[in-house]
């Protein structure tokens, strides 16, 4: 897999927020659409512009979700106030453990304080 496609308005914006977010760097960028991420070569994500694009209603289905991101972070707060100023917008707090957001273009996404232990 070379890449996460996620549709937006607003490529730049879009890919600087998700720099911020996911501790990454611009790798490559055109007119139309902006690569972010640790190398080249890994598996990275893609902000196409999308002429048109509705943000996403969730969590009403009347635009469904289109793509989804679960972000694992260690502090939920510090998160929080990191996220903002990039752009984002809380959307609710599931639990202690779990808030959802929209980021610049809509796309909800969450962050998730939790252990994950491999199980192969």
């Avoid at 600087?16 to 190398?39: K, R």
């Avoid at 969730?58 to 991101?69: F, G, I, R």
């Avoid at 100023?85 to 980021?103: H, P, V």
Wanted: proline share 8%.
């Amino acid at each position: 897999m070379h890449g996460i496609v996620v549709d937006t308005a607003d490529p730049d914006r879009l890919a600087g927020f998700y720099e911020g977010l996911l501790s990454t760097v611009w790798i490559h960028d055109e007119a139309d659409w902006v690569m972010v991420g640790t190398s080249p070569n890994d598996v990275e994500p893609v902000y196409p512009r999308a002429p048109g694009h509705v943000a996403p209603m969730w969590p009403d289905s009347a635009v469904p979700q289109q793509v989804h991101l679960d972000v694992r972070v260690e502090d939920l707060d510090v998160e929080y106030e990191r996220c903002v100023s990039w752009g984002a917008e809380c959307r609710s707090e599931l639990n202690d453990r779990c808030r959802t957001y929209a980021e610049p273009s809509g796309h909800p996404f969450c962050l998730v304080a939790i252990s994950v232990n491999m199980v192969r």
